[in-house]
């Protein structure tokens, strides 16, 4: 089995088309360890089958993504599983256990054993669920959740993964004001450890605070990225979104809100 070390995710002359529609052209870009990107974009651009390619799930137009100087595609799936975490909006089909089996399928790439879990894995389990504030929901039905409810869940269930680098395509969704706060203080707390981020977000406030890098992308196939706070201007928001923005400070802090 191959170690991976100080995991660095890369693109390379990267073009990514879907459905006959240009996502980016010839990207170029690094995603080191303790680093978060923030992914922007108007609906529909692309930043979830960006992320998807990225995560070796959509093939590439040209190029390649590598992992540790490595094609994703030479990497066993296992492997690669074991130290890239992916969390996707949407998820085939539906999952008939309870919440805590839902949770542990993060472990599945790491289990020894064929007949079940171990200890470990059930501690880790407990410990995201945990994370997530669903211990009392351990033992209901997955299918019983509300949409939030959901979303924590398929976050504890990255967490239980415990890999190295994370591609997360809007771990916002569907949650309230203080889920969104706990569930970025979490995403940042895997950055200080070290873990590579990268995070499709709607909330230019979210990415100011937690992202050291953003990648915008835009409508016509053209990508910019660099650090957030060189990006994060009311200049490039309003190329990004098509739409004239009100800059406001609130206690040191810019929002950006539509000026409609």
């Not at 399928?105 to 389990?125: K, N, W």
């Not at 407990?126 to 976050?155: D, F, K, W």
């Not at 800059?247 to 000026?259: I, P, Q, S, T």
């Amino acid at each position: 089995m191959q170690a991976f070390n100080n995991l660095v995710l890369e693109a390379r002359k990267l073009t990514v088309v879907i459905g006959g529609k240009m996502v980016c052209r010839e990207l170029d870009m690094t995603i080191r360890p303790g680093e978060c990107w923030g992914v922007l974009g108007q609906n529909g651009v692309g930043k979830t089958t960006l992320l998807r390619t990225l995560a070796g799930l959509h093939k590439p137009q040209t190029g390649m993504v590598s992992l540790n100087d490595v094609a994703l595609a030479d990497h066993a799936r296992r492997n690669l599983a074991q130290h890239l975490g992916v969390l996707l909006q949407s998820e085939g089909g539906e999952f008939w256990g309870n919440v805590q089996e839902y949770v542990l399928l993060g472990r599945f790439p790491h289990r020894a054993s064929l007949f079940g879990y171990s200890v470990q894995d059930e501690a880790l389990a407990q410990q995201a669920l945990a994370q997530m504030e669903l211990e009392r929901l351990s033992q209901q039905p997955y299918n019983t959740l509300s949409g939030g409810e959901r979303q924590r869940a398929a976050i504890a269930q990255a967490l239980t993964q415990r890999a190295q680098c994370y591609l997360l395509d809007e771990p916002l969704q569907h949650l309230d004001l203080r889920h969104q706060a706990q569930s970025m203080q979490v995403f940042s707390r895997l950055k200080e450890k070290g873990c590579a981020l990268m995070m499709v977000l709607h909330d230019t406030l979210w990415a100011q605070r937690c992202c050291d890098h953003v990648l915008m992308l835009f409508a016509d196939g053209h990508a910019l990225h660099g650090p957030a706070q060189e990006l994060l201007t009311r200049v490039h928001l309003e190329a990004l979104y098509q739409c004239p923005l009100r800059e406001l400070c609130v206690e040191g802090e810019r929002w950006f809100v539509a000026g409609v």
